[in-house]
């Protein structure tokens, strides 16, 4: 069990017949009345995302999340083909489930989902992803002293803003985490 007064971001919680995850929170101790934490939380398995604010002594229990690690191998209309890497067993999730690690991963990366209670919720892409520029303007002769940048697509078809030395055919290093170009390879 975990109080409110206990609440950090990442933690998941059992709550209101639903698994939650503690996207932002906020000790209040106003002057005059109780102490109160205010939270945003977002359901994982929904996404619905709601404020709350709780007495620091209410307990819940933890979410036990579980994560493994697969191999992301097609796509199937809507579905998405993924093999347990110890196994080899084929695993099919949907959209919904993929989209926050779909614009990153290419066929044959491997990938971590998430899991509560044996049911598939989430998948999360590495932290860092190589990618090939498919699709970018040519950067102005002259114009690399400023920090100046412009767009480009990558082969999962993924948009991010990059330097203007960057060409068609470079490989780049993405931060998954703020979509954010790092360098290029």
Do not use: C
Not at 30 to 58: C, H, Q, S, W, Y
Not at 140 to 155: H, L, R
Not at 177 to 185: A, D, F, I, K
């Amino acid at each position: 069990m975990i109080t409110a007064g206990d609440f950090k971001k990442g933690i998941t919680v059992e709550w209101d017949g639903g698994v939650w995850t503690i996207v932002d929170f906020q000790h209040v101790k106003p002057g005059k009345g109780a102490a109160f934490v205010r939270t945003k939380i977002k359901n994982i398995m929904t996404g619905a995302v709601l404020e709350r604010t709780f007495n620091p002594t209410d307990k819940m229990p933890k979410a036990m999340i579980e994560t493994k690690e697969y191999q992301y191998s097609y796509a199937d209309g809507d579905m998405y083909h993924f093999m347990d890497t110890e196994t080899y067993d084929d695993l099919m999730l949907t959209e919904e489930q993929f989209e926050d690690a779909k614009p990153f991963v290419k066929e044959n990366t491997n990938v971590t989902i998430r899991f509560f209670k044996g049911k598939p919720f989430s998948v999360a892409a590495p932290n860092f992803v190589e990618l090939e520029v498919t699709h970018t303007e040519p950067g102005f002769k002259g114009d690399t002293a400023s920090n100046t940048t412009k767009p480009a697509t990558v082969e999962t078809g993924y948009t991010l803003q990059v330097p203007l030395f960057v060409e068609i055919g470079d490989i780049l290093q993405i931060d998954t985490r703020t979509g954010e170009y790092l360098s290029r390879m």
